[in-house]
């Protein structure tokens, strides 16, 4: 059975950095596209942040690029978002999404969710 | 930056059909996804490679696609469909996803 668990979350102050982590479980890590999927209260989902199976390719939003660092450690089947500089705008539950591996990018399992609050 | 555009809400009664659009300059070449999200849960697939199931969801749960529009059809809506439904495609060089703004399924 396939599970994501992110952890990490929590309250930050703007300018101030934290890192998300997602522990995979029941599926070959190396073999899937993963990605960061945000959604800020009462609006609607926002693409983060996608790394490649082997992690040699990563893309990101232009809202969070220069800013938020994605990676992985398929040793550990872990996935993590590394977040710089953040901003209120950046205040959200954070997803953990694997992919499919089909065309189109799309999601087949979520994680639960982990929520970041930036404020001070 | 590519654009999937949804109307905001629909509204049905139990009972009847319930369709929702997403439009994109890209969706003849990317597959489309639905998910639906309950408050307070993650999303779910409903839909995905444009018209497949997956194994779980209900059979009144449809896809189609024609063109630059896809649709997601719910048959013989039941109260515990009302949810948020978002659609996802990529972009034209199929970089990234792309997430649809969400249609609110309110069951009346």
Redesign the interface.
Known sequence: EVQLSESGGGLVQPGGSLRLSCAASGFTSSSYFMNWVRQAPGKGLEWVSTISGSGGSTYYADSVKGRFIISRDNSKNTLYLQMNSLRAEDTAVYYCAKEMATNGHGIDYWGQGTPVTVSS | ?YELTQPPSVSVSPGQTARITCSGDALPK????W?Q?KPGQ????VI??DSER?SGIPERFSGASSGTTVTLTISGVQAEDEA?Y?C???DNN?????????TKLTVL
């Open positions: 930056s990317q597959y489309a996804y998910y999200q993650a999303p779910m697939v995905y490679k997956p948020d978002y996802q495609s990529a199929g970089a990234y996803p792309v997430f649809g703004g969400g």
